[in-house]
């Protein structure tokens, strides 16, 4: 993920005061320096129409930090929480290191510069591999500081709530799950704001299962309510189903919707993830395609019930399982404005129509107020597939779905591809995104985010046991990336 990507941007990477001279108006914070500090260029691009995107690198494995020259930013970047650091001046930032099963905590002066990193979970106490994650805050879900991690290596994986203080010495600790919020393959957690339904945590959940006689409820959407506000370990776990109890994916059509409800679970924290799979499809809940990332939109408490989460697809010899999206779907989830149990379900974008040509894989999602921006994870390989991984941008208003950002492979440089590809892979849609997070209020600069990307052909024995645990011989890069006039 990083890097800027217009030399001549680099003239303007101090930002001044916005919204011209009046002191009464909104401040642009001026401390921040969009300068690129790592030697290595944005692995992206903006397609047409979105020119205006200013994209620079935050931070690569390939980088230096000058508090702790020994740190490397690990592979595969995915779930990502940022917050101002309360001991000073600067900003903190958690990643996932999805095949690293790690949580790296790096620290970024007030220019937002990264300066120092360590692990704050290793690939002995992330368990499984850790895929997308939540940042939980008092400010926005009532509880936290705390780090939602999901981990997704079989249906006996758990979510970690990582206390964003732990020190370093409690890397390994594999007592941090959370039990009560089941068991599954699970992509991320992902808590609605406080204010939504008052004096409760709701937590929605993604299951990255495809469908098969091993595990035949496929991928759920699952919801954790508790009444305690902040509470992780009583509360009670749900599934979603269709209110004429049709299992179907693909009969849930689009321009249609579908009344839902949840049904529980009863005593999930208990029980293995094999028994919560059956009993999830026992209950009649909805059989999706791998719903990998879900989020929720932001703006009013009424766009706050809206649950957009994505279904990634499954193929068998590059042709479609009956029932089950290929290509991808995205979803959106009314909720209820008085009882989280009830709601109904839409089809908002989907790629089984344009196989190949429009949407491949949606694995990610990032939510604003008007936009839902979701990130394909192409290296599922459909031979029909005939482009990169892109993020598209659907507007919820228009309903119009563009590609909004590229990776930039550069086939024909080898220079390029003798620093970025040293696996020799040429395959469309061999890289992917992580998490995309909207950080424009935490650093006081409008229409900013940080996108994570895995450059799976970029390795180095250099980026080896990132973490210390010496539990994985991947040896890829990751990298983030800053992007700004991103449109919210």
Known sequence: MRKTILASLAVSAVLAVSCGDDDSGPKVNNKINFTTNSDIPPLVYGMTGFENLEISTLITSADDLSQSPSFVYGAQPDGQGLMKDPSGKGYIMFTNHEILKSVSRVYLDETFKPVKGEYIVDGIGGLTRLCSATLATPEIHGFGPIFLTAGESGEESMVHGIDVFSPVSDKSRTDRVLPALGKASMENAVPLPKNVYPGKTVILIGEDQSYGTAHVSAGQLIMYVSNTVGDLQNGKLYVLKRNDGNQVEMNIALNNSYPVSWVEIPNAASLTGAVINTTANNLGAI?????????????????????????TGQATNNQPVEGYTMWGRVYRLKMDANDPLKGSIEVIAEGDSTPGTGMINPDNLCVTDNFVYIQEDGDSYYQAAQHDSYIWQYDIRSKALKPWLNMNHKRNDAAWNGQFNQSGEMRLGSWEYGAMIDISDIIGVPDTFLVNIHPHTWQSDAFLNADGSGTNTNKEAGQTVIIRNVQR
Request: proline share 0%; hydrophobic share 30%; aromatic share 16%.
């Open 287 to 311: 059989r999706f395609s791998r719903v990998e990332d879900v989020d929720y939109r932001k703006g009013s408490k009424a766009n706050n019930r809206e649950v957009y989460f994505t279904a």
